[in-house]
């Protein structure tokens, strides 16, 4: 599971950059960048990350620059962070909104299908057609 969750949040960041029309100096480090984030950010390990090696165009940039290329990672995360949080905030909306209308029709169907249907009287007696003097008052 944390192999796909990483592969999945590396295509997110890359149709969220490609989506808002983001710009970058190394879009696949960026994306690599932003999986970490996200499998940090969700308890994901993240054992199998490296970043002993930069792309090559970092080394030319100011501080600036590369305050720059951070604050996209970041921007990246959060947008995708805060997409799966409504997500799943309406999933959970769902779910109650669901367990609650199971919940006010659930009993009534339950007592429906557990209960077994009363025998079918078979003797004029039980139906109170004569039969057994002492019964119902006496009457035949």
């Given at each position: 599971a944390p192999?796909?969750?990483?592969?999945?949040?590396?295509?997110?960041?890359?149709?969220?950059m490609d989506k808002g029309g983001i710009a970058c100096e190394s879009p696949d480090f960026t994306a690599y960048s932003v999986s970490y984030?996200?499998?940090?950010?969700?308890?994901?390990?993240?054992?199998?990350f490296s970043f002993d090696r930069l792309p090559e165009s970092y080394a030319m940039m100011d501080a600036k620059?590369?305050?720059?290329?951070?604050?996209?990672?970041?921007?990246?995360a959060g947008s995708i962070?805060?997409?799966m949080n409504r997500l799943f905030a309406a999933q959970e909306?769902?779910?109650?909104?669901?367990?609650?209308?199971?919940s006010l029709v659930s009993p009534q169907a339950g007592k429906l299908t557990r209960s077994a249907a009363p025998p079918t009287p078979t003797e004029p007696a039980s139906l109170g057609f004569g039969g057994d003097p002492n019964?119902?008052?006496?009457a035949r």
């Open positions: 192999t796909i969750f990483r592969g999945l949040a590396q295509e997110l960041a890359r149709a969220h984030m996200l499998c940090k950010r969700n308890g994901v390990s993240v054992e199998g620059a590369l305050r720059a290329e951070v604050g996209v990672m970041r921007d990246v962070t805060a997409d909306k769902a779910q109650s909104v669901v367990a609650r209308s199971t019964r119902n008052g006496g």
